[in-house]
Nanobody, 117 residues
């Protein structure tokens, strides 16, 4: 059973920063590209950043230049450092497999990010 446990969200003022973490089942972490997604109320779940097994990164235009995705094999954890946050970044953030490379697993609970203006 795949486990995805997101954490690190919270309430932050516009311009602030947050670092999200996602603990991933060790059995699958090293063999899969991982990604962060976000979903605001009434919207679809969008891919915002991804990282391959080799560490090659991808960012959606909405996050480019303001965020950094990374992964730590020893901890089976993927991170998303977000800077210069904007109110429109408010959403629930999830991690999962990079859906461009394989089907996603069951979703975790996500972590809420709220950016106040």
């Amino acid at each position: 059973q795949v486990q995805l446990v997101e954490s690190g969200g919270g309430l932050v003022q516009a311009g602030g920063s947050l670092r999200l973490s996602c603990e991933v089942s060790r059995s699958i972490f090293s063999s899969n590209a991982m990604a962060w997604y976000r979903q605001a109320p009434g919207n679809q779940r969008d891919l915002v950043a991804a990282i391959s097994r080799a560490g090659i990164t991808y960012y959606a235009d909405s996050m480019k230049g303001r965020s950094t995705i990374s992964r730590d094999g020893a901890k089976s954890t993927v991170y998303l450092q977000m800077n210069s946050l904007k109110p429109e970044d408010t959403a629930v953030y999830y991690c999962n497999a990079d859906r461009r490379t394989r089907a996603t697993w069951a979703w975790g609970q996500g972590t809420q990010v709220t950016v106040s203006s």
